[in-house]
């Protein structure tokens, strides 16, 4: 009777350890999932501020790992900074989001890009939006 006891502890101890385990390196899942009263608090965690890093400047949603903002940088003709095309995140792009200029506040569509300049820094670069395709003319289409 003894040696059942105990192996029903190990065995519980062991389902522990293994849930505890999983959880730790598996999580819980991409953020955003869920349901229910959670995903109003999941979705203000993605909400990002303007400018803050890991941010897209279309739709300002904080990116996860992982994600990355679709956009184009053109040759810098000898300067410090180079001309960029950015039309924006999978969110924004897919049309969950919506598509705002941060400059004029114009709503875009799915043809229109912002326009910024990159500067490139020794170990990363630095973004700076001037505007949309409309507020600062046409520079062509990214897609």
Known sequence: MNSYFQMLVFVVIGVMLFWFGYNLFF???KKGQGSGKDNKNQEDELEGEAGAPRTCPVCSIRLLHGE?????AY????KADRLMSIAGCPYCLEGD???ICPVCGAVL???ENLVAR????PGRSHVHVLGCSRC???LGSHR
């Open 75 to 78: 040759p810098s003709m000898g």
């Open 118 to 121: 990159l500067f490139d820094k």
């Open 97 to 99: 989001r919506p598509r």
């Open 27 to 29: 999580g819980q899942g």
């Open 109 to 111: 569509n799915y043809d």
């Open 136 to 138: 600062r003319g046409f």
């Open 68 to 72: 990355k903002v679709k956009s184009s």
